[in-house]
């Protein structure tokens, strides 16, 4: 088949799986399971021959050297809006990431959801399983784990997710690829809200989608601009296009004295912030956590927060457009901001909360936040390095802090105690030696994101963007994202110590059990690319190891631009710092946490004082936007669009206007019609001394009968027949 | 001078007004419906005489075999009345019997009016000329009265569907 | 079959009205027989459309299957009935929406026969105005199609609402549904006061109603009328024209009836009214202002667009602010109809050029879009409150485990009517976006205030009655909500997969309305 | 050979009769009696034309023929409502059926 053909079809299998589960099997748990893992497993055998293909062109993403194919969609006057798809270095790479995570997220689903075991007691769809009531062999009643009560559901639900995701990598336009990001928009609210009868996961999956939708909508206006400057939306055709580009870069936008380029990146890349949760729109991705962990997974590791800044990369060319090289562009600075002040942000908050998965949905925010702090210094390679290790180890702490809540969940099942928050890491600890293969998996997970030297993927990627920074003296980033560094190390180390060292907290981290093999074998094939993947992009000159494997990744999705990016030089310094926050958080966080006993408070309370509490809360962002933005706009909504200007205002001058109407028309009837007309017009003269004595008189002449009226006919014929015949003819 | 068509002609006429005159003024329904089967017997002499040969033959089939028997029929199935020896007429007899002799008088003057016109002659049947099979062809050739005659046809049907609604005895009121 | 070659636009046009006086001589009592003969007989003027639409020559200027009849000579109206692909697509529209109506009707149980008959009336009526090729016969059809809408929502609305008539003068309580034809008939026929006087100034001036030669004439008219410069006189006939249509479509602040139509309408009806006959206002924009009046549209463009923007975005905020879920659906409509019209004002401003040409694709897709997840969101309202017998958000919530078919589809089309890509609404909603951003660049930016909140009502209609915990009053006993039935699974069924065909492939009728587009305009 | 005038001279008496009977006899019955008059009166008088004008022209004849199908279609629901009549008031006096009187 030809590679362009397998191109198209890669979002295919997962889009049918979600209709044939939606339509047809959704009834039988199997049936569906099968038709969404096998699904999935056909796009990832697409997408390794893509490629792999793709890997043996030479010189591959230079000129015509790539995958593409496209077809005349909507007609627009004389011209056609084409779409089609295109696979390129940089979608290379990101479909590997991407194949490789859905499937090993689709078959962790089949664990995660319980499949094969019994029917919950008092399970209801839109409310997570509860346990069933098994009794064995003896006699005992034992409480397990119960399956999923929606279980097809979840599987045609990331079906659609995986196709909106192919969807997007293979695009070759901003126009699909919004498409597929509005999907994965969709499905990311109906996973979010999946137990949709928990008020939080419902008001969890709103928030998702109106924050990212504030993003969206002006990325569409972004998408309006682009579209009218250029008359395309492809990426050919505007970011491989020197003169387009430039074009671009020359025209002002009037406004705030950017350049048409600039304002269009800037309008693009808010999108981003909602996607990819940047601040002041990452509010809902810790919420998010409602759903269940595979979706975290899905939409925080490994695709959708990714596609956002996926697109940032994609539209580096345009954001980059007037740049030369040395100071940052105000489009570029405000990227770099954003991500930087993101990075430090939500690391802050990552380090005091005590659920596993917000503390691993902060750390994403923070990651995400190095990405587009790199691609607003204009390190692309960096951040499309990080982009890549960051999807494989945070997919596997996602997928190993889901591993991790149902061995608590089986513990709490045995128990029977249901106070106990399965997800509170201070209710685990000790459970290295119940879930063993979590354990290890997740601790590489972990060291990946701290970015522990030399064996993990994070450390290369990570170093990258320091190293970018250092050597383009942007001092003020590097100094916050080290620090930001330091504190993720820190806060990761907190993370493993609470959850898997020391001593069980409670009865139910003591009866935690290891998870099936679905569940345990995507964390293996994870934790393996965690590790092995920063070997593919190892700096050339670094003492020791460069030069022993090329820098592969640099070359081939370098190609990707038009001016194949330099490497950095490189400096000790940047590298030193690397070390020492990462292997200095770790350490940190293992000494403050080491000795936590059950029921103790976090030792940093006392140390941060009122800081603690502020951080815990997230910085009260929350409670901000519910007064400053939520309220007013319920606000105007109900009182001010509909009540007052709709009810009172528009309806009130139809009314008064009727009103009037009314009251004229009533004065005439009361004042005139009824005295002078009626009364005295009709009534007296009318009625009274007219009409009446003239209608009885009349009235004898209806006698009923048919023949007399038929004599009145026939007389009344013949008059006028004598008078026609006297006076006319 | 008077030839035989003429003999035969004034006979039927007088035929035709006298039992014309009897059936608006017996007092028995039943003979009143007997003299009408007389006068529409003259008319079909009429026809012939015309040489409507079909229509003579009509006449005598449909309208007294039919219409005049139906008549009949009703009369006896309204018996009350048909014993009743009472005055067959009603207040206004007098009214009506002078109108109807005004619209002779007006339907005669306008005949007379024409004057010599209308003492024309029937010409002779042209050779080989049949009026039976020419009305035939006339009442079904598409460019002849097809299209009347289906309605006529359908009229006729629902006269009867109407008429047998109508008469209908629902039993339960 | 000769006949209905050189008939077809006829036949289709009066096939409804043929059907029902059959209908009329059915005996009133026979209602199954009525409701299938009413949606049988709907269903040949679609077909009869699907027919046209294979033989319609998208490439050709001007209009086709034309047919002429004299019909008023004194004042030289003539019974002109032609076809381009701006009509044909709202014809389609037309009479696809109306046999599923008919279809969603058959759970009306009172004076089914009398329904019927106007449900086809109503049909023949909004035909009419597509199809019209002459000013006066335009008119006529813009009428006739209020009568029955006026007693569907008078007689069939729902019985038991109340509305408060606000004003300075003190406020009462008066029945919803008399209230809302009233208000419904009284809008539309002051709009067309002015647009009647219009018509009849361009009639008596050139002496013609025909619409081809009435737009060449009309635009070549430079003396002066009535005693007024002949720009002067345009402009004023302008605004008669546009206020009119304006109020159909309706464009804030003309819109307050449509709310009130639309709640208290019944359910085949919303759809019909959504889906069809505000589309009515848009295309008189589409047919008689732009190709009259493109220097004044030019120069109000600007109003326009603020008109549009303000339906825009004060449509989805008071859509947002309700707690009936109807009255949500039917304020999310003047959302909805904003684009259509922004759409429209950016084109007026640069009529002629590619960015117009998109905007005008846009927003005549847009409108056929909206008929259908409007349709379709209005039947899903009806649908539960068939059940329910209440359309008060607050007393719904976690509905979905007892009606998950129900709640699919729900989701689906609102979806649709959020403007979710891969879906239909989003494909016209960027094209209005994209058209009319360089030429209006603020209108849009703002509106886009709208497309936000669009999100959060559609939100917020699924997050109160299909989430959240699960209200008990609807799981057991009596008020146990069944799930969405065949039939009502088969009037979805056809808009919902429009909904998707038009999402991903929309080339089949975008192509038809882009040929038109331009060459309508350019 | 009889001229054209005594023919309609016959119809003209005869529908004089006839109107007479119809407007002056009090059953219904013979009211419809008198209806039947009048309608052969016409007929003889479109006859009469046939025969002396053109032949070949049918139209006489035929509208004849369509008068004795309407005749019959007349006394049928004419007769029908008179028993229907009969039924309900028990009588086919004309003068007593007056409901309609005001």
Redesign the interface.
Known sequence: MATETIVWLLPLPPLLAFFLIVLFTNKSKALSHSIGVGAALLSFVGSMVVFFRALSVEHFGEGEHIFASSIPWLPTGDTFLRVGVQIDPLSAVVLFFVAWTILMIFLYSVGYHNFGQPKGDHDHPGLPPHGATVTDAHGHKHTVLSVEPMYSRFFAFLGLFAAGMYTLVISDNLLTLFVGWEIMGLCSYLLIGFWYAKPSARNAAIKAFMTTRVGDVFMLLGLAYLYSATGTLSYREIFYNQEVLHHLAETSSHVFGLSAAGLIALLLFIGTIGKSAQWPLHIWLPDAMEGPTPVSAMIHAATMVSAGVYMVIRIFPLLTADWHGHDLTTAMSVVAFIGTFTAIFAATIAVAQNDIKKVLAYSTISQLGFMISALGMGAYIAAAFHLVTHAFFKALLFLGSGSVIHGMEHGVLHTGNHHVDPQDMWNMGGLRKKMPITFWTFLIGGFALSGFPLVTAGFWSKDEILADAFAHGHWAILITLSTAALLTAFYTMRQITLTFLGEPRTKEAEHAHETPWTMTLPLAVLAVFALGYGWVGIPEHFPGLGGLLPNWFHHFVGATLLEHPEAVEFSPIPLGISLLVALGGLTLGWLVYKDVKAGQPDPLQKPLGVLYPFLQNKWYFDEFYAFFVIKPMTWISEEFSYKWMDRQLIDGILHTVAQTALWIGSSLRNYFDKPIINELLGDKLGAYWTFQPAGRALSKAQTGRVQSYLIGAVAVFLLVAAALYLFIF | MI?A??VI?LLS?GL??VS??M??SVRN?VH??LW?VS??FG?AV??A????S??AV?QVV??IG??AI??IF??M??R??LLSKS???????V???G??????V???FI?SG?GAS??????A??EG?D?IS??G???VSPE??AL??EV??V??L???V???Y??L?KAKE | MDFINTHLLSTILFFPVFAALVILFFPKEQVALIRWTALLSSLVPFGLTVWLWTMFDPQAAGFQFEEIYPWYEAIHSSFHLGIDGLSLSMVLLTTLLTPLALLASFSVQDKVKAYMMLFLFLETGMLGVFLAMDLLIFFVFWEIGLVPMYFLINQWGSPKGEREVWSPFGSYITSARNYASLKFMVYTMAGSLGLLLAVQMLGVLFQTYDLATLVAQWSAFDGTLFGMDASRVKVIAFWAFTIAFALKVPVWPFHTWLPDAHTEAPTAGSMILAGVLLKLGAYGFLRLVLPFYPVEAQQYAGWMAFLATMAIVFGAFASFGQTDFKRLVAYSSVNHMGFVLLGIAAAAKAIGTPDATIALNGAVLQMFNHGLSAAGMFFLVGVIYERAHTRDLDKFGGLFPIIPVYGGILIFTSMASLGLPGLNGFVSEFLVVRGSFPLLPVFTAVSMLGLLFTGAYILKGIRKVLHGPLNEHWAHGEHKLTDINLREILVMAPLMALILILGIYPMWLLDVINKAMLLLFS | MIPLSWFLYLSAVLFSIGLYGVLARKNAIAILLGVELMLNAVNINLVAFWRMGNLALMTGQVFAIIVFAVAAAEVAVGLSLVISVYRRHNTVIADELNLMKW
């Open positions: 030839d068509s003429q002609f006429a035709i007004v014309a005159v059936v608006v329904l009143a419906a009408l006068t529409l008319v009429v026809y005489v015309l040489e409507a079909f229509l009509a449909v309208y039919a219409i139906m008549f009703a009369v199935l309204t009350r009345d005055e067959q007429t009603n207040a206004n007899w009214w009506a019997l109108l109807a002799a005004i619209v002779f007006a339907l005669a005949i024409y209308l003492n024309r002659l029937p010409a049947m042209p000329y009026p020419a009305l062809n006339a009442l002849g009265f009347p005659f006529a046809s009229l006729l629902a006269a009867l109407g008429s047998v109508v008469a005895n």
